[in-house]
């Protein structure tokens, strides 16, 4: 998949960084095809069986775990999931390990989330069936930074001339280093605002050069904005001083509807979830007219479904499907 493969020639996929345009774009319009999938009252295609999907997840997930799993399930795999507080990892068993285990046990293609950067990595030069990255540490969240810009990009068609507004913890934000490379590769430019302790050094790198600007407040990076993300404070991964207090964050980096409809009243709103309600946005705005959260949630699975065809499907076209 992309630049990707070039590990082993397996068709990992570990980062929207490390994926050419061409492929993203290629990914987004077989998700787009599957998409119908899942308005059929029958949501099941032939596509994947007899395939085995092992989902191995060392961090907490709703959303990418329950997606890849029933994106499996929807393509006619086989799916098993691991947790990491019920695997023998508590008993000292290596991450390599383990993964070796599931593959011996048939596995076709490793999902894995993990809290270190770089594990998805480390798995993919060790393995040789397919590992896609479910997020690892602070490094990049590559499936929900698709099933953003296909969101995005149903409702937009084309990304260039359009200013994203990024908003948040985008330190320990693995989904925001996903969105900044895709959203910039396709055309988009971002605008990023955090407080200044969760920000990282040099954030303008984080995508392609010229397309990154940090706003300097909040009104600068929302105003003329077509989108705005907002990512969510990572309180399980915050070191003791990065943030005032929790009620300073939500008056001055919490988003609210009035907020958004004085600066940029057209703009979409999206959020990877979970959410936490009253920190970085306010109760009503999930719900407000402009908000894609739920919609997200639906693409995620259909993201998932063309992230799983491709890796196993062995480049055959989505004929059948
Ligand atoms: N967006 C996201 O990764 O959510 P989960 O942690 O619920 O998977």
Redesign the pocket.
Same mark, same amino acid.
């Given at each position: 998949m992309g630049a990707d493969s070039g590990l082993s020639g397996v068709p990992h996929l570990l980062s929207l960084r490390e994926m050419p345009e061409e492929e993203i774009r290629c990914l987004l319009s077989l998700a787009s095809s599957f998409l119908e999938v899942l308005d059929r009252e029958v949501k099941k295609v032939p596509a994947l069986r007899g395939k085995v999907v092992a989902c191995a997840f060392f961090?907490?997930?709703?959303?990418?775990?329950k997606s890849f799993d029933l994106a499996a399930r929807y393509l006619n795999a086989d799916v098993t999931s691991l947790t990491g507080e019920a695997s023998s990892v508590v008993k000292g068993e290596s991450l390599e390990d383990t993964a070796r285990a599931l593959r011996r046990m048939g596995a076709d293609c490793l999902v894995v989330?993990h809290p270190c950067s770089g594990a998805a990595h480390y798995l993919a030069r060790r393995m040789d069936i397919p590992v896609i990255n479910? *997020?690892d540490g602070r490094h990049e969240?590559p499936t929900?930074g698709l099933l953003d810009l296909l969101t995005l990009g149903e409702r937009w068609g084309e990304f260039r001339g359009r200013r994203v507004a990024v908003v948040g913890d985008v330190l320990h934000s693995r989904?925001a280093r996903s969105d900044l490379w895709g959203l910039t590769k396709l055309g988009a430019e971002v605008r990023l605002f955090g407080p200044p302790t969760l920000l990282p050094e040099h954030p303008e790198l984080l995508g392609v050069p010229g397309r990154v600007r940090v706003a300097r407040s909040l009104a600068e990076a929302l105003e003329g904005a077509d989108a705005v993300i907002a990512l969510r404070l990572q309180r399980e991964r915050q070191k003791k001083g990065l943030l005032p207090s929790l009620e300073e964050y939500a008056a001055f980096w919490g988003l609210r509807e009035e907020l958004l409809d004085r600066f940029c009243p057209g703009a979409f709103l999206l959020h990877? *979830?979970?959410v936490n309600r009253g920190l970085e946005l306010d109760g009503g705005v999930m719900e407000a007219p402009r908000s894609l959260i739920e919609e997200q949630v639906r693409r995620g699975v259909a993201v998932r479904m063309a992230v799983l065809y491709r890796a196993l499907a062995g480049g055959r076209g989505a004929g059948g499907v």
């Open positions: 961090e907490p997930s709703t959303r990418t775990m989330r479910a *997020g969240h929900q989904v990877p *979830g979970p």
